[in-house]
């Protein structure tokens, strides 16, 4: 019985969305590249069974932001048997000493927080290492802080040329797939359109223009729960969507236990569980 009630409510929540998102790409004016929005189905927190519910409702991008939870899921039995063409997207901060950890994961088909030179040339040369010369390039996106938070991750809005230019001329075995920010929480739209995105839109421009790349080769992942539709609206290729498909999270009440999730000393813990609370 519960089962059959949770496959329901997955699936209506995501066709929903579904709906929502081919709505907004409607209103899309025509001078946007003409890139149908892809949905991933941000699962932190939640079972693998209802990964699977929503996989079997034709969903196929799936997103993580925490290593351990990753591999975790991408590797359990239930899921790997259920859903063969599943697409994992790692959408949270990657520390170097875990880069190994990730790319093992199977089926992982991109990671959208590159966020400095550095990482770039570590998650290069490990998935050289991993899977081999012979391997597809991983597609990898590069992470900007548009809002300027000290409480996110990403490169500053003037390093975004350098580092793209950077990849794609020393990282052969990443494949450069655009660009990803998660903007600022709760900018209101009656303002205009969110400069974060706007923020996004230029770089992405001035990346073209620089390194003469198609418009239309250069993703744009940006909107939540609580903006996708905006986001697609001004020229987002990728949403993050996940509590409106999965329902709410449950997070730890204890400090301690969150500092110990995130990773990172406790203020920026709180601030973080903040940030991806709202996916």
Known sequence: MWKAAMSEEVRKALQS??????????????TLPAVPPRLVAVSKTKPPEMVVEAYRQGQRNFGENYVNELVDKASDPLILESCPEIKWHFIGHLQKKNVNKLLAVPN??????IDS???????NSSWQRLRGAGTQRLKVMVQINTSGEQSKHGLPPEETVNTVKHILSHCSALHFS????IGRYGYDLTLGPNPDFQMLLSRRQEVCE??????EDVELSMGMSTD????????STNVRVGSII???REYPNSAST???ICGCCLNEALQRCLVWSWI
């Open 246 to 248: 999965f329902g709410n």
């Open 210 to 215: 620089s390194l003469k790349l198609p418009l």
């Open 178 to 181: 655009g660009l990803m920010t």
């Open 228 to 235: 996708f539709e905006h986001a697609i609206e001004v020229g």
């Open 17 to 30: 969305v579904i709906e929502r998102v081919n709505q907004a790409a409607a209103r899309r004016p025509k």
């Open 117 to 123: 030179v550095n990482l770039a040339d570590k998650v």
């Open 258 to 260: 969150c500092e110990q």
């Open 108 to 113: 992982l088909f991109l990671m959208e927080t």
